[in-house]
């Protein structure tokens, strides 16, 4: 295994995408669209999201195309002759595409991403961009908390094996590592993104062994560097004094650690320090697992719980309090005439737009063209033009800095791990006066036609 993602082709669609470009080319309907990406409001117990997955989303869009391979798959699963997928047979994306880079943080109501493309292209790639950009920032956005509620201390990534398959578990360390994980678990991940390879031993290694001093003998024979014991196989506490006292006896000390996996951890790591700062090995860390997520995270640390590092796995792996998002693609112009759904609770604004933050998250959501407010800076910049990317892949360090200055922005109370309250953007005037003037015009034409014929 390499490491590298796999780039999803031009079949990781819904069918009912192709049935739509279909139709549109049989109708000559390939005039200039443009399609938003957003996410209509934020999971319960969340005051941002971290824009992520554009990497991908592009590397998909740049390699889109249909062959006649991806023709007769289209025609199997519509049932229909190949002969009538052939105006499908060559498309390919030649487009445009403004995001917002990943790293920075969004709000609910502001696109994420715009695509600009002839409507057939446009809208066969939604279903991939939604895939790509909702499952990535939903994790980024959980992996930035646990950061956030570590207050400094280390957190490392161990969820390999629970994500929901491998291409997930990479995807995680990357995320992880863009929002300041210090290491991963996961080898290929470590190998591919740069990240430190982080680890310690399972309760099987222990087990196998006569009892737990042979175990960590054993392993420290086989690691001659620092090394971090699990010592909560049979009795947390014996296990500390054991490890204490085989690191004492090897001369281990700095850059090694014991695990806790289980129990109360913060009452086990009191005792743990305890035990190690008496066995005169102050710089032995503690490590902490099992089950942790950014709640406990956050309940250990203002427990003042004497915890150096943090390793976080399933529940964040999987975004478990929040392992989705209510995001949406939706056509807001088409030929240069500015569109809108009117559906209830499901509303759109028409018209390319552009997200203006201004300081601490003071963003306005306007249209793509219009001046920005004073004060305020652009968050959508152009990332593809022609169906091509316009500069090489961003470094996750940048994403990164991105990350860390609009955390360093963010208002107090949209930080707060427990009852976040998220900024909510502004629409700005000429957007407002825009999604009025296309609301009446809809309700004209189609309402008014409804009293007509009736």
Known sequence: ?????TVPGALTTDVYEVSMALAYLREGMTGEATFSLFVRKLPPRRGFLVAAGLESALAYLEGLRVGSAEAAAFAEALHRPVEDLEPLRGLEFTGEVRAVPEGRIVLAGEPLLEVTAPLPQAQLAETCLLNQLSHQTAV?????????????RPVVDFSLRRTHGVEAGLRMARLGSLVGFAGTSNVAAATAYGMPAVGTMAHSFVEAHEDEEAAFRAFARAHPGPVTFLVDTYDTEAGVGTAARVLRDLGYGPGCAVRLDSGDLGALAVRARRILDGAGLPEVRIVASGGLDEH?????VRSGAPIDVYAVGTRVGVSADAPYLDSAYKLVAYGGR???KLS?????????KQVFRGPG??????????????G????????????????APAPLAAARERFEADLARLPDEARRIDDPVPPEPAVSGALARLTEEVRDRIRARVLGGRVAGG
């Open 1 to 5: 295994m390499t490491g590298q993602m």
């Open 140 to 152: 980024a956005s959980k992996a930035a908390r646990c950061v956030l509620a570590a207050a400094g």
């Open 296 to 300: 406990a995270v956050d309940r250990l």
């Open 338 to 340: 500015p569109v809108m």
């Open 344 to 352: 209830a609770a499901k509303a759109t604004a028409p018209g390319a």
């Open 361 to 374: 998250a003071a963003d306005v959501v306007g249209l793509r063209d219009e001046a920005p407010p004073p």
């Open 376 to 391: 305020t800076e652009p968050l959508l910049e152009t990332v593809m033009t022609g169906g091509h990317r316009v500069a």
